[in-house]
């Protein structure tokens, strides 16, 4: 195996970060740029929002759920457990919702995206393209990236709400608590500052999620290995991207909403 | 597509020498890190004629096609494709001059998740947003001339090797182009679809009088087109006559260590002394 000096490895990772953020610029300053391809953009939020819904309402469902099972186990021990509706209502808007959804998307979307941008590439289709007259940034990327910021919004919106309703089945069947006390906590305990941290974390991992993807598909080389690495590599950091612009943006908005 | 209705002894041409080439490479090189794939390429294509680029496997041939088509740039050089010097255009720019310009290439490069029909329609659909009446005759028209018209909804993955050539050749023709780059369209293929591209080719270039630049590994895919003209009366390839001097518009360029070692018509490369040309075509 080859051995590349750090001071190279280090040149690399900043070429990559810088090519990026070139990537991104254009394809967000493409929206402004005739011209633009609605039926692209509506095609592609049917292929990753309707068609993420089955996995989001599913792990929305099933993280609320354990959350309140796992909330009522230390709350009992306070005495506390009708704030189990709170709980989990405030970890599913503000933290879970967006950062699982967003997490599934990625493992869905990111590296569907990778792998079907990638295979464009080895198949010489994408030079074919734009030998035809075509931009595929436009054509490709702004549609995939407009497509998953906007879906991903109301995904999250659909996870959390799916969320409450996980944690109302436990809170209900197995911890015999009132539906009704469950909702009322749920829904009073939420303040404006948790919906919109919750609300604005969608968009900015739907912007990762779709400019990763579409960065390492478009840059695939080397056949269908290629192919298959760009994929893993796409998955791999839109997945880490998000959790670290989790800590980032929780922090960042926590100072400047005023939480107490 | 119009169809001129020219006798066969009138089919073929000699190039328009006096209007300005349709390609011309003036010292042209290009490296990928160490690796000097050309070094200072000059040849110019004259309008009208279709130049076939020989050369081994990794001597940047399919470099040629992607250059003049601007989807690369070159390290230094000149690259003047009908008229404009691409290596200073914009991508923008790129855009409006591609659009005379057909290629087909090496594997096709079908849209996979499109139909043919849509493959074939591509450009006009870009360029008029919906697929009316008249998009619609052009695609069976481009279609017809490559034979495939029964294949319209098929996908490309339906199609075989050969058929996926030829759709390629309708999709790169459908506008009328002024300049067509082929990138090896017979490698792989048997040779009965091999022949069956080349009459295509032939056709394009003795029919409609199109500019053109064809790589190729199979030597005898361009001698034949050398050696042929189309007869539009018959619907197909047929040898020029004996005796009778008919100037096909063909001529050949061999590429070695990254520089055009030789280039001229077939008479001349049949004559050459060069060494290395005559094993070449031995």
Known sequence: MELISPSDLAKTKVQTVQDYVLFSWQAVSNLFLKPIYFIDMLLQADTIGVGSLPIVVLTGFFTGAVLALQASNTLERFGSITLVGQLVSTSMVRELGPVLTSLMVAGRNSSGMASELGSMIVTEQIDAMRALGTDPMKKLVTPRIVATVFMLFFLTIISDLVGLVGGLAIAKLLLQLDARQYWYNAWETLVFQDVFMGLIKPVIFGFIIATIGCFYGMNARGGTQGVGRATTQAMVAASVLILAMDLIVTRFLMATLAYH | ?282
């Open chain 2, 1 to 282: 597509m119009s169809v001129p209705t020219s006798p066969l002894d009138c089919v073929t041409a000699q190039p328009e020498r006096d209007s300005p080439p349709a390609i011309t490479f003036e010292d042209v090189a290009l490296a990928f890190g160490d690796n000097e794939v050309l070094r200072g390429v000059s040849f110019h294509l004259p309008r009208g004629e279709t130049k076939a680029i020989f050369g081994v496997a990794g001597s940047g041939k399919s470099l040629l096609l992607k250059l003049a088509m601007g989807l690369i740039r070159p390290d230094s050089g000149r690259i003047v494709v009908l008229g404009e010097d691409v290596t200073q255009m914009s991508e923008h720019d790129l855009f409006k001059l591609r659009g005379k310009i057909g290629i087909v290439f090496q594997e096709s490069a079908l849209f996979d998740s499109l139909s043919v029909r849509e493959n074939v329609a591509y450009r006009l659909m870009e360029e008029h947003g919906v697929y009316d009446n008249d998009i619609d005759r052009r695609v069976r028209e481009a279609l017809r001339f490559v034979e495939l018209e029964h294949t319209l909804d098929l996908y490309p993955s339906e199609l075989s090797g050969g058929m996926r050539r030829r759709v390629a050749i309708a999709r790169a023709v459908i506008n009328e182009p002024e300049l067509l780059l082929y990138d090896s369209p017979t490698g792989g293929l048997d040779p009965i679809t091999s022949n069956t591209i080349i009459e295509l080719i032939v056709k394009q270039r003795d029919v409609n009088k199109t500019s053109a630049l064809m790589v190729t590994h199979r030597l005898q895919d361009a001698f034949t087109m050398a050696t042929h003209q189309f007869d539009q009366k018959a619907n197909r390839m047929v040898p020029l006559p004996k005796g009778k001097h008919c100037d096909v518009p063909m001529s050949f360029l061999l590429l070695r260590n990254g520089k055009v070692l030789f280039d001229g018509d077939m008479e001349q490369l049949a004559h050459s002394q060069d060494e290395y040309i005559r094993e070449y075509i031995s």
